[in-house]
């Protein structure tokens, strides 16, 4: 633990907000991970329910959406149901515009992810960049440096480096991140569009011709 502190403090001020960075992408990325976990353990319960309810009763797959409306697919589902005798058209309409609203919050974090894979790497080189100029401005290039000097030079170059791993560190673990939730984003949207269909049909086939 030492040793880390002793490498952090030799990186220079600009170690700093590296390190907030970082914190910043882990409680991202913790945030988004119980929110998946969330949506994901519970969805295919809440659409067996809603989708058999609806076979028998809207009002009956109406309730059970609205007692999971805490969730996106809650939400999702529970948007057409909440309208009165709709034509097909307004029951598609009324889930396109819920999906479009839960898929703005799925994306919650992204523009902050993108910006730390991209900020990361800089500050990184920016620590680099000051590290060295501090180096070199300390060394008697003129008058002939002693191997000392020269020991020393080397030591303050390695550690101006540190700033740039850094960096690459927390823009690697935002990126792996990010990849993730983009992953997750896109299957959520094929499985909205795949429920959504499924619940529209219901709909024509029972009880709008009814």
Known sequence: MTRMYDLFISGGPVMWPILGLSVATIACALERAWFWFQLLSKEDRIVHDVLEAARHSLPEAGAIAQQVADLPIGR???????????????????????????????????????????VAPLLGLLGTV???????ANLNI???????????????????????????VVAIMALLIYRTLVTLQARQMDYFSEVGGELELIYRQI????
Do not use: C, H
Request: charged share 20%.
């Open 76 to 118: 999702f589902l529970l948007a057409p149901l909440l309208l009165k005798r709709p034509t097909p058209e307004t029951f598609r309409l009324a889930m396109e515009t819920a999906g479009d609203r839960e898929f703005v919050q799925m994306r919650k974090g992204d523009k902050f992810l993108e910006t730390a894979i991209a």
């Open 142 to 168: 003129g008058e002939g440096g002693t191997s000392a000097e020269a020991t020393r030079a080397a030591a303050g170059i390695g550690e101006a480096l540190l700033t740039t791993a850094a960096g690459m």
């Open 130 to 136: 000051t590290g060295l100029i501090n180096t070199f």
């Open 207 to 210: 009880w709008y011709d009814t």
